[in-house]
């Protein structure tokens, strides 16, 4: 078989369609319903086109949100449309009453020259990766967060925090309320009052391997059964509490799927498995338990890593580079841009302001990967990323490009 046969199997429709389902789920939050749902459904649509399946499990927070509120109290009484952050921290008895103190994106230095101790700190959504803007929140003081939506349409977004220590109270207000913010805090003194009802308890959830390379039947872990190096395809399958993730990251993991389909039943030099994250929301917490504890059991040799997340949205698909600490393999972002442009698609470069996600512990611990990626959905951690947005083109043509890069990797491994 050569690498047009393995092409001509990548459907649309049946990504598209793989993506109407997953998305009436519900949202996929990590320990949720809908996570226990999404877990089934990976592991019957991974048996169905002939791969070998199983699980590891990861320690999460299940968290559960109440009524959330934000009163501006000065200089005019005016209520706000917020929402809580997932894993973040109620607010006490009577809610968080404080000043509001603009530090655009949190970053170390946007708190030069500000008294943040004891206040509520607004902050723009874009720019420093959550985990970090709570920490340095922490550090000086701050009592509360406000993320301002970085897209217009009066939408307000959730986004992960850590599973554990230190946090604070977090709500998320549409774009067109934080710019009326900080117009208000540019003229005066703001007080608001912030009422934030949530739950966090210990959970499980469960990784998912999809091996379409495995010749044998054994219900062990195939490490020990199989000593060719492994590409791995991952996708995350979890969302934030209120999405029902159609391009975040139902895209992903119905690429993978095909992808996988593929090649199933195809000889490889190594050996072809999708990686289907638990508890990506938040910094890939899940993978960085994985990477520490299972996954050299796995997958003893890595050839590489190809991490698919929010491809189905968007005006053009890129390849993200690094990030301020890391940088994704140059190796296979060159065969993925030769791919791309043999097949006549355009595939960009992006630097990643808030963290390589899913990659990240991989990547630091020398692992070759990289993410491809779709930036500039308006819509993603919002209830909106529904299927009606999502392009198969853009779906047809992610899954094109990765088969075809496993095709170069085998011709060149």
């Known amino acids: 078989m050569d690498c047009r046969k393995v092409l001509e199997k ?27 749902a999404s877990r089934e459904y990976v592991l019957k649509e991974a048996s169905n086109l002939g791969a070998r399946t199983w699980t590891r499990s990861c320690r999460v927070v299940r968290f559960r949100a109440g009524a959330t509120s934000l009163k501006v109290l000065e200089p005019v009484e005016r209520d706000m449309v917020v929402l809580p952050q997932d894993r973040c921290d109620p607010t006490p008895p009577g809610g968080l009453v404080g000043e509001v103190e603009y530090a655009r994106c949190g970053r ?14 607004l902050q723009d959504l874009w720019g420093l990766h959550m985990l970090e803007k709570v920490r340095v929140a922490l550090d000086h003081g701050a009592k ?25 109270p977090v709500v998320g207000v549409s774009l067109e309320d934080g710019d009326w913010l900080k117009r208000a805090v540019g003229s005066g003194p703001v007080r608001v009052r912030v009422d934030v009802e949530v739950s966090k308890e210990p959970a499980t959830s469960d990784h998912i391997m999809a091996e379409v390379s495995a010749p044998f ?17 991952m996708a995350h399958r979890d969302t934030t509490h209120v999405s029902p ?20 039943g195809v000889s490889l030099p190594f050996r072809l498995a999708g990686l289907f994250a638990a508890a990506e929301e ?9 990477a520490e504890s299972g996954l050299a059991n796995d997958f003893p040799r890595i050839e590489g890593v190809i991490n698919l997340d929010m491809v189905g949205v968007g005006s053009k698909l890129l390849v993200v580079k690094g990030d301020r600490r890391y ?42 990967s990289t993410w491809l990626f779709k930036p500039d959905d308006p819509r993603f951690h919002t209830d909106q990323d529904i299927p009606d947005f999502v392009n198969p083109n853009d779906l047809k043509a992610a899954a094109d490009i990765v088969a075809s890069t496993i095709w170069r990797l085998a011709q060149r491994t």
């Open 217 to 233: 039947d054994s219900a062990e872990a195939p490490a020990s059964l199989d000593s060719r190096p492994a590409v791995l395809l």
């Open 108 to 121: 170390e230095e946007d708190y030069k020259g500000a008294s943040a101790c004891g206040k509520i700190i």
């Open 144 to 168: 509360g967060l406000i993320w301002a939506h970085s897209r217009p349409g009066n939408k307000q977004s959730a986004w992960g925090l850590a599973q554990d220590g230190p946090s604070l």
């Open 327 to 368: 940088r994704t393999s140059a190796r296979i972002n060159g065969l993925l841009e030769e791919s791309a442009s043999a097949l006549g698609y355009h595939l960009g470069e992006y630097e990643m302001p808030m963290g390589l996600a899913d990659i990240t512990p991989l990547v630091a611990r020398g692992i070759e």
């Open 10 to 36: 990548i459907d649309s429709t049946r990504m598209y369609k793989r993506i109407v389902e997953i998305a009436s789920l519900g949202p996929r939050d990590t320990a949720s319903p809908g996570d226990a």
């Open 245 to 264: 993730g159609a391009s975040d990251n139902g895209s992903g993991l119905t690429v993978v799927l095909e992808v996988l389909r593929a090649f199933s």
């Open 282 to 290: 938040g910094g890939g917490l899940g993978i960085g338990q994985y």
